[in-house]
């Protein structure tokens, strides 16, 4: 295939043209192309456009294989995120400075040149700095302060979270917040064992599984009271975070 | 640069007639894409100018135009193969009615400023 053609192809799965009509349409130029090359016709004069992309852009185009609003550029994307970040965190910023603004201080006689240490109002809490902890550490932090982590690690759970570190968190450190405000943390993980899972529950599933950057997907057994007979992968085995473990159920009759 | 100018015209004057072209020679037979660029060629249109057929027969074929079919072709792979459905015929015989029209309208006005030219 010519380096023409190979680009073209590239654009087209670019535009996301289906791979079908796409091998079509390079098919047919390859072949128009070496016939006007056996004939001493010059590509250019069967292209018209030396730039495969743009060529590529507007056959692609005009036949309706792409679709009419392209996809948003990265940059663009990256622009809302941003925007839609700024705007909950401004939002957010006057929501606590509000609760700040309208709570009573309570007022202290001080001598001048004497140190003052001043603490958040009792219903808010700062966040704790979790970057670079291990995972199993920042939640004790994290709980011991009543953030919400939107999960749960305990002793039969705290082998698995010892692998991850924290790498981000949201909120930022410092950050004042009320009590049992969410706190998301994200993890850079080694791979983990995957645990053994049979004879648990769901829930148990979910609770051993999460810390380890793992999910529960079911299996299509039916169920009633959800107790795990098999799982994919076996229990043991190595695999790298974030991935899903099938699980079967079946429903013991009570 | 004048030259370049010319066949920047040029190209933006077959640009609106380039569809027709493309009908013209397959209403009577079907023909593959480059077998359509040799049609043109011996019929004295020999480049196309900026762009192609390529996107052009894709719009004709969104729009109903052409009909396609693929066939084995002497000795190489199956080809798309293009004809001109009923509606292409009909866009076909109504866009040379308009293009006559023009033509003799532009022709009018531009043959006394080539009278003026070379005298």
Known sequence: MSVFVEECRQEWKRLGVPDLLADEMAADLEADLAEAEAEGV???????????????????????????????????????????????????????????????????????????????????VRVPALVGLQLCHAYRIAHSRTFDLGFRINRKTMSGCRGSVVVHQRPSAGAL?????????????????????????????????????????????????????????????????????????????? | MRRMANESRRSQMLRGVLDLCLLAVVVDEPAYGYEMTRRLRERGLSTVGEGSIYPLLGRLEREGLVATHRQASDGGPPRKYYSASPSGRRALSEGVRAWRDVRGEVDSVLATIEAEVTQ
């Open chain 1, 42 to 124: 010059p590509a250019a004069e069967i292209l018209g456009e030396s730039d495969p992309r743009r060529f590529a852009a507007t056959w692609a185009g005009e036949r309706g294989l792409v679709p009419e609003e392209p996809p948003t550029p990265k940059s663009r994307r990256r622009f809302w995120i941003l925007l839609a970040v700024g705007l909950v965190l401004l939002g957010f910023l006057l929501g606590i400075g509000g609760v700040v603004a309208f709570a009573k201080p309570k007022v202290t006689a001080v001598q001048r040149g004497q140190s003052v240490q001043v603490f958040p109002p009792a219903h808010l």
């Open chain 1, 177 to 254: 917040v009320p009590r049992h405000w969410p706190l998301a943390l994200r993890t850079r993980q080694d791979p983990v064992h995957v645990p053994n899972l049979v004879g648990r529950s769901e829930c148990d599933a979910e609770n051993i599984l999460n810390p380890l950057g793992l999910h529960v997907r079911l299996g299509l057994r039916p169920c009633q009271h959800r107790r795990i007979v098999s799982q994919n992968p076996k229990a043991g085995q190595l695999i790298q975070p974030p991935h899903a473990v099938t699980v079967w159920l079946r429903g013991a009759k009570s």
